[in-house]
């Protein structure tokens, strides 16, 4: 059961106050509108003509918020059944078939399912569930891919408590904010 999310829309591009689908409960914790615009005031001129991979990926708002921001192409990567759906709807919604790809995939095992993604992705989104020790595996795997492009973005969504891994030598941390109890992490791949 998919319900329309009446606090969830895109907020900025051509799709602005576009809402979104959700999968009611507590199955997935979509990142906050005014966190979302947070985000990519930062990110500002790095969307435009991105290749973007939206990871635990939940209802794709990240993702589609790329796009409606003029991001090429967005990946969108889950785990669950449930979610899977929701993204596959709200992107039919908003008309992005043509530039969106989902996969269902465990994203804690690997990241083979983007091997064959091209181009090289520039701008990751990577929202885990929080406190669950995935932000190193995904991290880990999305190197192992060897899909991202040099000096990609990588955007993470963690709690305070979970620590960006520093044995990860190809991703450098550039910035960090703390959003009440969200903590956004700012890596660039270096290689």
């Not at 078939?97 to 095992?109: D, E, L, Q, S, T």
């Not at 408590?161 to 703390?178: A, G, H, S």
Request: charged share 25%; with cysteine.
């Amino acid at each position: 059961m998919h319900r329309k999310n009446t606090g969830l829309r895109i907020i900025g591009g051509d799709l602005k106050g576009k809402k979104l689908y959700s999968i009611p409960g507590t199955t997935i914790r979509p990142t906050a509108d005014r966190l979302r615009e947070s985000i990519f005031n930062i990110l500002s001129f790095r969307v435009q003509d991105a290749v973007v991979l939206d990871l635990f990926a939940g209802t794709g708002a990240l993702g589609i918020e790329a796009l409606s921001r003029g991001a090429e192409s967005v990946v969108f990567v889950d785990n669950n059944r449930g979610v899977i759906s929701v993204i596959d709807r709200n992107v039919r919604s908003c008309a992005l078939g043509n530039r969106a790809k989902i996969i269902k995939w465990n994203i804690k095992k690997n990241l083979n399912c983007l091997k064959s993604i091209r181009p090289a992705l520039n701008l990751v989104f990577l929202d885990p569930p929080y406190n669950q020790s995935m932000v190193k595996p995904a991290l880990s795997n999305l190197e192992q891919s060897r899909s991202l492009g040099k000096e990609a973005c990588i955007v993470i969504e963690h709690s305070p408590l979970e620590k960006i891994p520093k044995d990860l030598l190809n991703f450098e941390v550039t910035d960090q904010r703390r959003y009440g109890k969200t903590l956004v992490s700012f890596l660039n791949y270096v290689i």
